[in-house]
Structures are given as C-alpha cells and as structure tokens.
C-alpha cells in the first residue's frame, strides 16, 4: 500500500487482521483482532504518529498502519 494514496475522508477496506486493534481514544487500548472482519471498510477519520491512521468502523474508531489497508473510495 503507497502511504501517498491514503488521505482523511478516504473509505478503506482490512485487507489482513493485525495482531490487535488500538483504540483511538485519548487513553488507547488493545483489543482483539476479531472484532473487525477482513473486508470491513471504514472511513480514515486523522493521520496520527508512528504511521498510523485512525479509522472510524461501526465498531469502533481503531489505529492501523498502512500494511492493513487498501483505499477503496474516497
């Protein structure tokens, strides 16, 4: 995934579960994995430090690197 085409506002879609989610609250937690689907899409909502993305899903607002996504739509 080029970091270049992944922008705030695009929707994105897990192309491969990490090995757990972070939350993208002020006081981030670890959560499973499962709790998203590979293919659930979501909408990249900030671009935080480290190279990660906050991304909003129904279930959640989670960080995930770029290796764990693919632009769909924006």
Do not use: C
């Amino acid at each position: 995934m080029n970091k270049t085409e992944i922008a705030v506002g695009s929707i994105i879609r897990l192309l491969t579960q990490p090995p757990y989610l972070k939350t993208a609250d002020p006081m981030p937690m670890l959560r499973p994995a499962d709790i998203l689907d590979i293919g659930a899409e979501g909408t990249v909502m900030d671009r935080r430090p480290g190279g990660y993305w906050g991304v909003h899903f129904p279930q959640g607002t989670f960080l995930l690197e770029s290796q764990y996504m693919e632009v769909v739509g924006g």
